[in-house]
């Protein structure tokens, strides 16, 4: 069982950055994809980001691409999410996860972390 710990989130201000880390236990064929994902209280849980760990290639959900980015760092078995210009509706319960494809869907997402709050006041 891989096990995702995720760290970085805080109560920050409107307009401020954050850098969420997520640190998986091991890389396994399985969770060749990695996935940020975050649910506010009372909402669906939404697609952020999602990175395979091999290629790089990525994706970023449409509402916070111009402020969101995804990166991975393959020998520390990290993925990472910089939020940029956070906005009060950022804040939310943030997770990772591993799935087999890259995918928007939750369902597809085998392997979950505990979360971190993140906290956007204006």
């Known amino acids: 069982q891989v096990q995702l710990v995720e760290s970085g989130g805080g109560l920050v201000e409107a307009g401020d950055s954050l850098r969420l880390s997520c640190a998986a236990s091991t890389r396994t064929h399985g969770n060749r994809n990695m996935g940020w994902f975050r649910q506010a209280p009372g909402k669906e849980r939404e697609f952020v980001a999602a990175?395979?760990?091999?290629?790089?290639?990525?994706k970023v959900a449409d509402a916070v691409k111009d402020r969101f980015t995804i990166a991975r760092d393959n020998a520390a078995n990290t993925v990472y999410l910089q939020m940029n210009n956070l906005k009060p509706e950022d804040t939310a319960l943030y997770y990772c996860?591993?799935?087999?494809?890259?995918?928007?869907?939750?369902?597809?997402?085998?392997?979950w972390g505990q979360g971190t709050q993140v906290t956007v006041s204006s």
């Open positions: 990175i395979y760990w091999s290629s790089g290639s990525a």
């Open positions: 996860a591993g799935s087999y494809v890259l995918t928007t869907d939750a369902i597809s997402y085998a392997n």
